[in-house]
């Protein structure tokens, strides 16, 4: 049985940094993922990297401020997500996947989720 487990949120301060981590139980993945899904709106992709960590995809609002990396010897996936703002603000829940197609949709195995809070 496949499971994701994340790790690592919690309550910072505007311009502070934090590392997500996630641990999928079970199997190694072509595709991982974070997402993220703020009070009153709807889930957002965040970032994804493929198994050979060669390429990795983020979304605009957190290109050059979040990385996303891989250890496949760990099945884990990490966020480090620096320059934190209050509208990063939200769960952060990751996903995986095999069909390599489009990184930024369609997941499969998804995470219960960490809250991550950055007030102003």
């Known amino acids: 049985q496949v499971q994701l487990v994340e790790s690592g949120g919690g309550l910072v301060q505007a311009g502070d940094s934090l590392r997500l981590s996630c641990v999928a139980s079970g199997r190694t993945f072509s595709v991982m993922g974070w997402f993220r899904q703020a009070p009153g709106k709807e889930r957002e992709f965040v970032a994804a990297?493929?198994?050979?960590?060669?390429?990795?995809y983020y979304a605009d609002s957190v290109k050059g401020r979040f990385t996303i990396s891989r250890d496949n010897a760990k099945n884990t996936v990490y966020l480090q997500m620096n320059s934190l703002k209050p509208e990063d603000t939200a769960v952060y829940h990751c996903a995986a996947k095999n069909d390599i197609r489009v990184p930024t949709l369609n997941y499969d195995y998804w995470g219960q989720g960490t809250q991550v809070t950055v007030s102003s």
């Open positions: 990297i493929l198994s050979s960590s060669r390429y990795t």
